[in-house]
Nanobody, 116 residues
Framework: QVQLVESGGGLVQPGGSLRLSCAAAGFSFSTFDVSWYRQGPGKERELVATLSRLGGGANFADSVKGRFTISRDSAKNTVYLQMNSLKPEDTAVYYC?????????WGQGTQVIVSS
């Protein structure tokens, strides 16, 4: 069964860090482009970061450049989003997405709240 499971969300103070994980089951991340999206309160879902398949590079939204990184652990079939210097405007539900050709998989989301 194909499944994406996100974890690592929570409450963090401004300036803090979190690492989100996205574990895949039923397929291999290595042949997929993997992205993190987020949807804040009252906002549309937006693309945060993408890690291209087969060793390609990463791209980030301007709002998170220099603060977020995305990486893949092939042995664990897991993709991570390291979030540093978090701001209140980073508060959102974060979703993992894996896409290749006609295949398009989504996780259930993990909540991140940045607040003092």
């Amino acid at each position: 069964q194909v499944q994406l499971v996100e974890s690592g969300g929570g409450l963090v103070q401004p300036g803090g860090s979190l690492r989100l994980s996205c574990a895949a089951a039923g397929f291999s991340f290595s042949t997929f482009d993997v992205s993190w999206y987020r949807q804040g309160p009252g906002k549309e879902r937006e693309l945060v970061a993408t890690l291209s398949r087969l060793g390609g590079g990463a791209n980030f939204a301007d709002s998170v450049k220099g603060r977020f990184t995305i990486s893949r652990d092939s042995a664990k079939n897991t993709v991570y989003l390291q979030m540093n210097s978090l701001k209140p405007e980073d508060t959102a539900v974060y979703y993992c997405n894996a896409k290749w050709w006609r295949l398009d998989y989504w996780g259930q989301g993990t909540q991140v709240i940045v607040s003092s």
